[in-house]
Structure formats: C-alpha cells, structure tokens
C-alpha cells in the first residue's frame, strides 16, 4: 500500500518512525519549509525532514499546498493513503481527494474534546485523568472528521504536557500504523463525531495564560504548571524578580492569604493559595538564569517569609 506521510514537529516524526519500523512503504515525506532559529538564524531542518533523510525517504517541504505544482507533484505519487500528523497547516480540498483509499490525521486527544492547536496542553491545565490519540478521517472542517480509531492512556497527577507530548507521540504512532492495517485489510470503520458544548476547543496558548493568581486553588496553579511546560511556562515574581516555574507541588493547609511566602528552604519555596493549601514551588528559572532547583536558587537568592 503506497504511503504519503505529513508532518512536521518532534511528534509527527515518531509516528514516520513506527511507520518505518512497522515496514509500511512510505513513498514520500511533506513538511514545513526550513526555518532559521538562534543567533545565526542558520535554516534548520525540521524533526520530520531529519528522519525522513536519515531512512532515504525523499522530501517534500513546498510553500504552500494549494500550489498547483505541489498538487501535481503528489498525484503523481499515486499514494493510497496519505498519514498527516501536525502537519501545520490546513489542507485545501483538492489535496484531500488525491488519495485512492483515505487521508488519515493523527490527533492528540479523544476527539471531539480537544478539537484545535493544542489538545495535550489542555489536557493538563484542566486536570484531566485520562486523553489519548484518536485516526480520523480528514474533512475540510478542522478535526471533525469521522473518527477511525482511539487509544486511550492515563495522565499521571505529576505529568507535564511536555511528558506527555513525548508518551502521545508514541502511541500515534502505533495507533497510525494499526489504522493503516485495518484500511489495508478493508476493516476500517467509521464514526460520526457529535460535538456539543459539553466538549472544549484547545485554543492556541499565549504569554498570557502564565501569570500565576495564588487566589486560585493551589491544584489549579500545579495543573497551570503542568500544563504550560515547555511553552509559554506558568511565572510568578518573587522579590521582584520574575520566575518561569518548571516544578510544582499542593503543599500543607495554611491560614495566610494568599500570595504569602510561608517558607523558603530545601524543599522549595511554599505561597499561600486562596483553597487554605499551599503551593511548594520546587524547580524554577530566574530572569537572565539557568533552570534550577529552587533549593540551588535559594542558596544565592535568600527570601524573606
């Protein structure tokens, strides 16, 4: 069965990498244009093209899918099905009807929750117990095709979302690769999504979500910890210097309004929460500073209580 694959971050290229591993004759990789990051602003290739290459896959990274010579280029190709994992960009209608059997899209949630940019963020910052990846078949309206297959996993309560991009990234790949089987075999099903209000949109994330308001439960605040990681990072100020929190836990009750710094010492840096808890922040990174224990930031940074 001839194969396309669509992707463009560090997920997208574990899914490639089971397909590959499994022995599915992947013809092609698309993905995004080369970009320039750090001082240089030297191009670098992005985690699908470097695999890709590194198993003699050829690539494919047009500007835009809409494109006329793109279009032709992949009907070409003749794939049967075509697999699109974080590709990054929506696909026109006319891409969408060059495969003979199905073009499938890897989703980091149990749709319909978490239709949108960042399913496994949310995921976290809401507190939830359980997501997972969902095969569905692509339509024109963002993540509302019928939907193939599901796989579930538990969220661990101490998880962050950059923990489990790394564990979702995975199972989309196995669960790519058992979507795979089941339309080469003539087995695949289909199931209409229903979404109604009950089901929350994953929203893009934003500087904005990361001040942290020591009103809220002190749950909440761990989740918006959790769920911030490893951009835009939850951030409090502290005696007047700002901090990116990496690491924390609900600590003991309290009586102190909240915002209190109760202690400081080697088991973190407790603050009054507005549920009567408190929050023990354990890992953090300074303005202008490295990532750290809060322990090892004390040690130079002594906080008055």
Not at 248 to 260: K, M, Q, V
Request: charged share 20%; glycine share 8%; proline share 8%.
């Amino acid at each position: 069965m001839r194969v396309v694959f669509m992707g463009t971050p560090e997920f997208a290229a574990a899914v490639l990498r089971r397909l590959v591993e499994d022995a599915w004759d992947v013809r092609a990789a698309y993905t995004q244009p080369d970009k320039p990051k750090n001082r240089g602003m030297k191009l670098v290739p992005t985690p699908v093209k470097a695999y890709a290459e590194s198993v003699g896959i050829p690539v494919y990274q047009p500007a835009s899918c809409r494109d006329p010579a793109a279009l032709s280029a992949l009907r070409a190709m003749e794939p049967e099905v075509i697999v699109v994992a974080a590709y990054g960009k929506l696909l026109p209608q006319e891409l969408l009807d060059i495969p003979s059997i199905a073009i499938i899209n890897v989703h980091s949630s149990l749709l319909p929750q978490y239709r949108g940019a960042a399913p496994i963020n949310w995921a976290v910052l809401n507190g939830d117990a359980e997501t997972g990846v969902t095969i569905q078949y692509m339509a024109a309206q963002l993540d509302a095709g019928d939907i193939l297959l599901a796989k579930r996993t538990p969220i661990a309560p101490e998880e962050d979302a950059g923990q489990l991009y790394t564990r979702l990234a995975e199972l989309g790949g196995q669960a790519a690769s058992e979507a795979l089987a089941r339309l080469q075999s003539g087995t695949a099903g289909r199931t209409p999504q229903v979404y109604g209000p009950q089901y929350q949109y994953a929203s893009l994330l934003s500087r904005d979500m990361s001040p942290m308001d020591f009103t809220r439960p002190a749950r909440d605040l761990v989740n918006q910890v959790r769920g911030l990681i490893p951009w835009p990072c939850a951030s409090t100020e502290v005696a007047g210097v700002r901090w990116k929190v990496f690491r924390a836990h609900a600590g003991e009750e309290t009586a102190a309004p909240p915002g209190a710094i109760l202690r400081a010492d080697r088991d973190g840096v407790a603050v009054a929460c507005g549920d009567g808890r408190c929050l023990v922040i354990t890992e953090l990174q300074a303005d202008g500073g490295r990532r750290m224990p809060a322990a090892d930031y004390l040690r130079g940074h002594p906080i008055r209580t």
